[in-house]
Nanobody, 119 residues
Framework: QVQLVESGGGLVQAGGSLRLSCAAS????????MGWFRQAPGKEREFVGS????????VYSGSVKGRFTVARDNAKNTVYLQMNSLKPEDTSVYYC????????????WGQGTQVTVSS
């Protein structure tokens, strides 16, 4: 059974940093893309960034490019979202997801972790 478990959320002041983790288990993810999404109250879910597990290729949304970094640790089967220069508009629940290459959809989702950025 595939499980994605996020951690690392919390409250931070604007300009600060947080690192989210997504511990993946239940299968090997070599042929998967791991994505980070976020959803604020009253808003649609938004793509943040992703990483292709086998070669580390990353993609970012324009709103976070240059501030956020997605990385993976193969030995720990964990994906990270390093968030720097945080803004109040980054406040959301952040979700980790996994989708098989070639990516048609993200099949597996974590439960989410809350990130709140105060001004």
């Amino acid at each position: 059974q595939v499980q994605l478990v996020e951690s690392g959320g919390g409250l931070v002041q604007a300009g600060g940093s947080l690192r989210l983790s997504c511990a993946a288990s239940g299968r090997t993810f070599n042929n998967y893309i791991m994505g980070w999404f976020r959803q604020a109250p009253g808003k649609e879910r938004e793509f943040v960034g992703s990483i292709r597990w086998n070669d580390g290729y990353t993609v970012y949304s324009g709103s976070v490019k240059g501030r956020f970094t997605v990385a993976r640790d193969n030995a720990k089967n964990t994906v990270y979202l390093q968030m720097n220069s945080l803004k109040p508009e980054d406040t959301s629940v952040y979700y980790c997801a996994a989708g098989r290459v070639p990516l048609l959809r993200f099949d597996y989702w974590g439960q989410g972790t809350q990130v709140t950025v105060s001004s």
